[in-house]
Structures are given as structure tokens and as C-alpha cells.
């Protein structure tokens, strides 16, 4: 049975790929996020475990990721320190498996855009991945909608972002998370951007 570590647990596409998982797999879940109130309907819920707790308190942060199979980071905020945070906790733990969120553009990789500084703390969040030892998957989804649909293709790292000015659904997004967790070796150290079919 694969654990997985959910940081960020009461994110959009974080609440969809929980669904996901408890639909679709037989693992079990800890789902970590600073307030965990937010989520207080799934604490009695079979396979899953909330934590409370800040991605940069590496006390708790350590203790969460010890025994997982695989973490799923869906964060925003202080990108970079959270990105340095993750790393130290699983290598501290033994943890291998790391799906990360980012966004599309960190490798200017969309035709015609300049996407500027906003994207900057994304950019050396995914540099920081990509330099450690980690078997990590970084998601680069394009804008993002709340349809009730699972349709979508990807790119990888170095190949042109397709269909930027299209969204994306979060469903399709945690798909791709759902997928990448529960299958051992697909999408090791690659960064794969998302987009509408």
C-alpha cells in the first residue's frame, strides 16, 4: 500500500487528487496543512491523516515525511524556502518520490511570452528540485479551471509549452498526480508541463 504525503492538503487540486486517491487507490493519505480544521470532514475518514503543521517547520516537517512513499507538494508562498524545506526533509528521511506543483514558464518554455520576475520564486523553487538527488516530477500546469473532466496532454522540459491560452482542468491536473504517485518510475527526474488537449 503506497503512503502518500499531501503538503498543502487543502489546496484546489490538492482536494481533487485526495478524492482521487481514496476513489481510485487503495493508499493512504497524510494530508499536512497549516490549519487543519480546513479539512476536519475527512479526519474520520479510512486511509487518511491530517497534520498540522508549516512546510518550513522542519521539526514537523521531518517527522511527516518519515515513512512515505511518496510526497505531493501543491504550495504557494515562499516558493524557494519551501522547495529547500521538502529536500532537506526527505533526505533526511530516505523519501525518494517527490511530485512537485510549479507552474508553466519557469523554463521559458512559451512561445512569444515573457513571463518576468512574477515567475521568479517558481523558477528557483524548480531549480533547487532539479539540482538534488531526489526521483522527482515537477507539474507545470497551464491556467486552471474547475470542470468535471480529465483532459489533457503533456510536454516535457525543453519541448515548447502547447496551448497556453487554453485552461486546464484541476481534475486533469490530479490525474496526472494520481498517476505519477502510483506508478513507480514513470516521470523520474522530468518536468512536464500540462495542457488542455
Known amino acids: 500500500m503506497t503512503k502518500v504525503l499531501i503538503l498543502g492538503g487543502a489546496g484546489q487540486i490538492a482536494r481533487v487528487a485526495t478524492r482521487l486517491f481514496l476513489d481510485r487507490t487503495d493508499a493512504d493519505l497524510t494530508l499536512y496543512l497549516r ?5 476536519s470532514k475527512l479526519a474520520s475518514t479510512p486511509r487518511v491523516r491530517l497534520v498540522e503543521g508549516d512546510v518550513l517547520d522542519a521539526t514537523v516537517l521531518t517527522a511527516a515525511v518519515a515513512g512515505q512513499d511518496v510526497v505531493y507538494a501543491n504550495l504557494d508562498g515562499q516558493m524557494e524556502a519551501q522547495a529547500r524545506a521538502i529536500v532537506s526533509a526527505m533526505t533526511a528521511a530516505g523519501v525518494r518520490r517527490l511530485i512537485f506543483i510549479s507552474s508553466m514558464g519557469v523554463h521559458d518554455e512559451i ?17 533547487l528540485i532539479e539540482a538534488s538527488d531526489l ?9 486552471l479551471n474547475d470542470r468535471d473532466e480529465i483532459a ?9 509549452f502547447k496551448n497556453a491560452s487554453a485552461t486546464v482542468s484541476r481534475k486533469s491536473v490530479a490525474d496526472l498526480v494520481v ?17 488542455a488537449e
Open 111 to 127: 512561445p512569444g511570452e515573457r513571463t518576468g520576475a512574477i515567475l521568479d520564486p517558481y523558477r528557483r523553487a524548480t531549480a
Open 179 to 195: 498517476r505519477l504517485a502510483t506508478s513507480p518510475g514513470e516521470g523520474v527526474r522530468q518536468s512536464l508541463g500540462v495542457h
Open 152 to 160: 489533457y496532454a503533456t510536454t516535457v522540459k525543453g519541448e515548447p
Open 35 to 39: 490549519k487543519a480544521e480546513r479539512l
Open 135 to 143: 526521483d522527482y516530477a515537477i507539474i507545470r500546469p497551464a491556467w
